[in-house]
């Protein structure tokens, strides 16, 4: 159950039981109230009677006045009977504006009072009565616990109204709250809380920015780090290249030399190992020119992006014919360098993977812009993933720490035939004010 409704329905229940007991209370209240009215007036008129009686008993015109004074009166009913028991005389009953139902006052009304009174009256013996009547009264306390419990039920619906507005602005904060979470768990730490919902949520507003420019900014210095990384590799790549270059290629180069000269002094027996080790030095040079390749940083980029990718595909073509090769470049990519030498990189090792592991039909290249962005797909109908397959390669993850390098969003999707690697790259002018923000 939702805390909103678990907190209304607490309340209702409190509301509910607090309208029984006080229901209850107020009704008993009224009820010996009622009572007390019924007989407390019966008593009196009663007494005033029997005194006026008492002090004027000549006719029975009197008695009449008597009847008569009672006319009108709420709780009580007088009669008069004469000697033959025949009603002469009789009071009417006050009428109140409301009636009670039936069981209301058959619950009010206190037991019925009634006196008999002999009036010896020289010529004409009669009998007067008198009889409590509850029914006035009971309409009275009707009417009055009728009113009360309307004001209670009011002041209950006004409460709860108001308890279920107050509960709604604050989860409407902690809706926010939660988003805002949700935003943060994503990845994006740009996002921040308004204020608002009241004072009792302040720190939590506070605390919950503190945390997601913290997150930014380590964020930032993990991306810069990892900047770095790949510059300092790139570099110690170069180096390495260079030192390969520099010391191995003259010697290889002396070698061939050497052995050429052994060649042509030698006997043929001579001749012919001389031509051995100069067959193995040309295979070490090419060996070493592959690996020279592979540490430089792209070059095949002078000439753009799209003519190092139509290189790429020449290359594979030529190994692969049976492979058909799509390609959709939109001209004009806003990329810089970085961007296009991270592009080129991504191209290069998902057509290697896809042609090494996915032995595909197809394989599909496309690079768009979209807004800020670059996005840069790679598609293969080959075998895809398979279950148990080796994937401690070094291919996607440096793939990735590239793309991410950039602020960019890099996934593999495995699809029912073959695998798409997905690359989304910031556009040049968009990153360099990122970069500008970061620093
Ligand atoms: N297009 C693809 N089709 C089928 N399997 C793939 C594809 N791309 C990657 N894989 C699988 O994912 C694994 C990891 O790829 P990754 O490029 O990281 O390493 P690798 O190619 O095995 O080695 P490296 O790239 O380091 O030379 C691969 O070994 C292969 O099993
Ligand atoms: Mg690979």
Sequence with gaps: MSLKLRLILSIAASLVLTLVLGGA?????????????????????????????????????????????????????AYLFNEKNKVVAASSLGQEATHAPGWFTKLVAPPPMTVRMNLPLPGYPCTL??????????????????????????FSAITLVCVWLAVE???????????????????????RIAP?????????????????????????????????????????????????????????????????AIAKSGQPRTKERASAIREATLHIQRHVKNILRQLKPVNGLDFGLETAIDDLIAFWKQRHPDISFERKI????????????????????????????????????????????????????????????????????????RVRALNGEFAVEHRVHGVRVRAILPCAGAR??????DA
């Design 25 to 77: 209370v107020l009704f008993w209240q009224a009820r010996t109230e009622a009572q007390n009215e019924i007989a407390s007036s019966f008593r009196v008129t009663e007494h005033a009677i029997r005194v006026t009686l008492a002090s004027d008993l000549e006719h029975d015109v009197t008695v009449r006045q008597v009847i008569a004074s009672i006319d009108g009166h709420r709780n009580l009913r």
């Design 129 to 154: 009565l008198l009889k409590s009547d509850p029914a006035n009264q009971a309409a009275l306390t009707w009417q009055f616990l009728r009113d009360a419990f309307g004001a209670m039920l009011l």
């Design 169 to 191: 602005h604050s989860l409407r904060f902690f809706r926010r709250f939660q988003s805002g979470l949700r935003t943060i768990s994503d990845g994006d730490y740009e996002t």
């Design 196 to 260: 608002g919902g009241g004072p009792d949520f302040v720190p939590l507003v506070e605390g919950f920015n503190h945390m997601a420019e913290r997150l930014s900014s380590y964020a930032k210095k993990n991306q810069r780090l990892q900047e770095q990384i790949l510059s300092l590799q790139d570099e110690e790549r170069a180096e390495i290249a260079r030192d390969l270059h520099d010391e191995v290629g003259p010697y290889l180069f002396a070698i061939q030399v050497d052995a050429d």
């Design 330 to 401: 939109a001209s004009g990519l806003k990329l810089d360098r970085r961007g296009e030498e991270v592009a080129y990189r991504v191209v290069q090792e998902s057509m290697s993977n896809a042609v090494r592991h996915g032995r595909p039909h197809a394989i599909r290249i496309q690079l768009r812009e979209d807004g800020s962005d670059i996005h840069l797909t790679i598609e293969d109908d080959g075998a895809g993933f398979t279950a148990g397959q080796n994937r401690d390669g070094m291919g996607l993850k440096g793939m990735e720490e």
């Design 432 to 437: 360099n004010v990122k970069e500008m923000e």
